[in-house]
């Protein structure tokens, strides 16, 4: 198949899968193009089958708000005519199901739109008056939609009242690339007295509750001996540095920044904090189960569709910091239990979240959609 592929290509849940997508279908033998503002994070290289094509804004000084959708929607259409694309797969509902759907309307019925729905565009935009009803339209009109947990299809359905059939696909992991590494050099360097290893990865935005992994930790760290790795950057880094430093955690919480190497970096802990308030999915829990690592996590959203609480980490309602202390507490204290959850958190990433499995049942809905007509 010749399909083009559109989502915001910079670091993120949605642009990483969207990207990794492109590349498993390329390998399987589909041409890909990319039609975004930017080269996708993660596609810096050469690979066979696989084309970026820029989409790049006019700045006119008429233009108070430089018109990005109608931009994509003319090169999603322009691309589709020269490549002779089969169908786009968009990845976030706003603007870029709207974009597709103009671009149908231009090249004609024979191209396919689909639709993956990610999180905050349905469970942040959804519920905005003002791009509600343009949402639920881009939605209606697509040839399919998929959303990444049933957590997101109901909520879909809460939001919009949109009746149209939503297939769910997980997200996936690759395991040639998530599996344990051995990083006990490096993990000595930040631990180096055996203490037990946390960490905390998000891009730091109020959704994610970063304050209550600090929270957390120092409960943890009155219990035990200790050390919590954070990774990533956003709006309330500051306040959570500020927060370590009231609670006098600076010797123990070791601030990273962003790192490229997700599964390196996961490789030197023992456990993954995610204590967010909405997740549809959180890709990062799934990254750390495939890199045996088990997951304290709140139950927002998608998550405990994701880290089964008891087996591969715990559940715990948003914002009770003593209960993912106390459990936290608990896993890294008992070996055999540990054990355990780790070996089925890779178990689990490996079978239901399986590369393999999931580019399938995007093919399926990539080939159902062709042959409706
Ligand atoms: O909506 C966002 O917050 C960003 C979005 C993204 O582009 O990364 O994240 C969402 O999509 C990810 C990939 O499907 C999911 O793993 C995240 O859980 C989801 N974020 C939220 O629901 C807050």
């Not at 990207?19 to 399987?28: D, I, Q, V």
């Not at 931009?71 to 786009?88: G, I, N």
């Not at 879909?156 to 990083?183: C, G, H, S």
């Amino acid at each position: 198949m010749r399909i083009g592929i559109t989502c915001y290509p910079s670091v993120g849940g949605s642009g990483i899968l969207a990207t990794e997508l492109g590349k498993l279908l390329a390998e399987r033998g589909h041409t890909v193009h990319f039609i975004t503002s930017g080269m996708p994070f993660r596609l810096g290289k050469y690979y066979r089958n696989i084309y970026f094509h820029e989409v790049d804004v006019s700045s006119y000084s008429v233009f108070q708000y430089p018109p990005y959708d109608l931009t994509l929607a003319s090169r999603m259409a322009e691309v589709a005519k020269t490549e002779k694309l089969d169908l786009l797969h968009v990845h976030y509902a706003v603007p870029h199901a709207i974009s597709a759907y103009l671009a149908k309307q231009m090249v004609g019925d024979q191209l396919k739109v689909v639709t993956t729905l990610h999180g905050t565009d349905i469970t942040v935009l959804g519920y905005d008056h003002t791009l509600k009803d343009i949402i639920r339209f881009g939605i209606e009109q697509s040839d399919a939609v998929t959303a990444v947990s049933n957590s997101l299809i109901q909520q879909t359905r809460d939001a919009l009242q949109v009746d149209k059939p939503i297939d769910l696909v997980y997200n996936f992991i690759d395991n040639r690339e998530y599996y344990p590494r051995n990083m006990c050099d490096v993990r000595e360097e930040y631990a180096p007295n055996g203490e037990k290893v946390f960490i905390h990865i998000s891009n730091f935005r109020t959704v994610k509750r970063p304050e209550d992994v600090i929270h957390t930790f120092r409960r943890i760290r009155q219990r035990i001996p200790a050390k919590l790795l954070m990774i990533g950057e956003g709006p309330e880094l500051p306040i959570v540095r500020d927060l370590t430093d009231t609670f006098g955690l600076g010797e123990d919480v070791i601030y990273l920044g962003k790192q490229e190497d997700i599964a390196c970096v996961l490789s030197m802990a023992d456990v993954l904090l995610l204590p967010s308030a909405q997740e549809s999915f959180g890709l990062v829990a799934l990254e750390a189960m495939a890199c045996g690592k088990p997951v304290i996590s709140s139950d927002a959203g998608g998550l405990p569709e994701v880290v089964l609480d008891g087996e591969t980490g715990f559940v715990l309602p948003i914002g009770d910091v003593d209960g993912m202390a106390a459990r936290a507490v608990q896993l890294v204290s008992d070996p055999g239990l540990y054990e355990k959850f780790a070996r089925q958190s890779i178990e689990r990433a490996y079978h239901t979240f399986c590369h393999t499995t999931i580019t399938e049942q995007y093919e399926a809905i990539y080939r159902r959609v062709l042959e409706e007509d």
